[in-house]
T-cell receptor, first 117, second 113 residues
Framework: GDSVTQMEGPVTLSEEAFLTINCTYTATGYPSLFWYVQYPGEGLQLLLK?????DKGSNKGFEATYRKETTSFHLEKGSVQVSDSAVYFCALSDPLSYGGSQGNLIFGKGTKLSVKP | IAGITQAPTSQILAAGRRMTLRCTQDMRHNAMYWYRQDLGLGLRLIHYSNTAGTTGKGEVPDGYSVSRANTDDFPLTLASAVPSQTSVYFCASSGLAGSREQFFGPGTRLTVL
């Protein structure tokens, strides 16, 4: 079945460091890919998305490129801030999963990021 | 403010009791979802609804039921709670098919003793 694998955390970085969180996927069809962010005590918020191969999603300085050849969607940011401390979830949406649910998401286990001043 | 509301925010429940988690959205989204979030397991889909009047089972449906009487509301019921249902529950919604982005509520933290 469909699945998402992302690097295990926690990840601890100093402010202004470069961030990469790896994400790879397996899917039956042609999924859309997402990164969601969860700040402490809150629900999930969409960070960025890509709907087809070679698309690049970007938001708030974060970027991820949909790589079909490597089935990957790695999240990157050039210079992290303390305010980026959160849990990051990679997810895919495959219309062929669960017998027809229109767009339910399959999540990775999450990567906790802590940024120190 | 448009979005998804969930109630209660948190609840402690004795095993064997019945509990309904409420979810309401005002975005007129067709599809709605219930997930549970457990440490080390990420989010897992419990039930979904593509449109009012229809529901379906997700990855972990056992012990849970849902209904979708109208577009806005999607309650999740635990008929007889067990400790393994201790979790944080998130409701989500998305618009027309083809727009795969989901919007999440703030979550309900449920503890079953």
């Amino acid at each position: 079945g469909d699945s998402v694998t992302q690097m295990e955390g926690p990840v601890t970085l100093s402010e202004e460091a470069f961030l990469t969180i790896n994400c790879t996927y397996t899917a039956t069809g042609y999924p859309s890919l997402f990164w969601y962010v969860q700040y402490p005590g809150e629900g999930l918020q969409l960070l960025l998305k890509a709907t087809k191969a070679d698309d690049k999603g970007s938001n708030k300085g974060f970027e991820a490129t949909y790589r079909k050849e490597t089935t990957s969607f790695h999240l990157e940011k050039g210079s992290v801030q303390v305010s980026d401390s959160a849990v990051y979830f990679c997810a895919l949406s495959d219309p062929l999963s669960y017998g027809g649910s229109q767009g339910n998401l399959i999540f990775g286990k999450g990567t906790k990021l802590s940024v120190k001043p | 403010i448009a979005g998804i509301t969930q109630a209660p925010t948190s609840q402690i429940l004795a095993a064997g009791r019945r509990m309904t988690l409420r979810c309401t959205q005002d975005m007129r989204h067709n599809a709605m979802y219930w997930y549970r979030q457990d440490l080390g397991l990420g989010l897992r889909l419990i039930h979904y609804s593509n449109t009012a009047g229809t529901t379906g089972k997700g990855e972990v449906p056992d012990g849970y039921s849902v209904s979708r009487a109208n577009t806005d509301d999607f309650p999740l019921t635990l008929a007889s709670a067990v400790p393994s249902q201790t979790s944080v529950y998130f409701c989500a919604s998305s618009g027309l098919a083809g727009s795969r982005e989901q919007f999440f509520g703030p979550g309900t933290r449920l503890t079953v003793l």
